[in-house]
């Protein structure tokens, strides 16, 4: 079965970066754009980037341009979500998800999901 897990996740200051990864089997992966979302405490999932199905066109929200960057690696299964300077405001659980459709920033649009993982920035 499609299976998506998530890591990277943890505890940071504000102004500081992770890494998220994101591994995905059980689906052929260079068939798929990948997209990230999150949950923030007390709000609903969002959308906060998404990459083509070879890494060759990203999209992300306004919020997150210039701090957070995907990229992926066909070969290992695996997209990144690479974010920097961090502000506590980007608390929540990320979640990675695999879409057909081209760069989708709807949920709806996404078929399969990964189970998230834990960023905490501090102040």
């Known amino acids: 079965q499609v299976q998506l897990v998530e890591s990277g996740g943890g505890l940071v200051q504000a102004g500081g970066s992770l890494r998220l990864s994101c591994a995905a089997s059980g689906l052929t992966f260079s068939n798929y754009n990948m997209g990230w979302f999150r949950r923030a405490p007390g709000k609903e999932r969002e959308f906060v980037a998404a990459i083509r199905w070879d890494g060759g066109e990203t999209y992300s929200t306004d919020f997150v341009k210039g701090r957070f960057t995907s990229s992926r690696d066909n070969a290992k299964n695996t997209v990144y979500l690479q974010m920097n300077s961090l502000k506590p405001e980007d608390t929540a659980i990320y979640y990675c998800?695999?879409?057909?459709?081209?760069?989708?920033?709807?949920?709806?649009?996404?078929?399969?999901w990964g189970q998230g993982t834990q960023v905490t920035v501090s102040s």
């Open positions: 998800a695999a879409s057909i459709d081209y760069l989708a920033v709807g949920e709806t649009r996404y078929d399969y």
